[in-house]
């Protein structure tokens, strides 16, 4: 069984910052590529920016220059730092990874729970 289990969500001012941390865990023996995505109410998921296991990276448009992703390889575990937040940035945010389980000649790609974001004025 593998598991994504985001946290780092919550309630943050205008301009403010937040970080979010996405943990794998479970029999894994490789992972590839990760992702972080939103979901405004209403609207569908879109990414915001990914990382391939050499760490290079991707950004959407509207979160460049604010939004930084990173992973820690050996913790199995992706971050998406975001600075000068705006309430349009008010999503559920997930993570999703491209995981290869132990005993497998394949990789699946996993989805985290969701974790909220919401900014006030």
């Known amino acids: 069984q593998v598991q994504l289990v985001e946290s780092g969500g919550g309630l943050v001012q205008a301009e403010k910052s937040l970080k979010l941390s996405c943990a794998a865990s479970?029999?894994?023996?490789?992972?590839?590529?990760m992702g972080w995505y939103r979901q405004a109410p209403g609207k569908q998921r879109e990414l915001d920016a990914d990382i391939t296991r050499f760490s290079r990276t991707n950004y959407e448009d509207s979160v460049k220059g604010r939004f930084t992703i990173s992973r820690d390889n050996a913790k199995k575990t992706v971050y998406l730092e975001m600075n000068s937040l705006k309430r349009e940035d008010t999503a559920v945010y997930y993570c999703?990874?491209?995981?290869?389980?132990?005993?497998?000649?394949?990789?699946?790609?996993?989805w985290g729970q969701g974790s909220q974001v919401t900014v006030s004025a």
């Open positions: 479970g029999s894994i023996s490789s992972i590839n590529e």
């Open positions: 999703k990874g491209n995981i290869k389980r132990s005993g497998s000649d394949r990789y699946t790609y996993y």
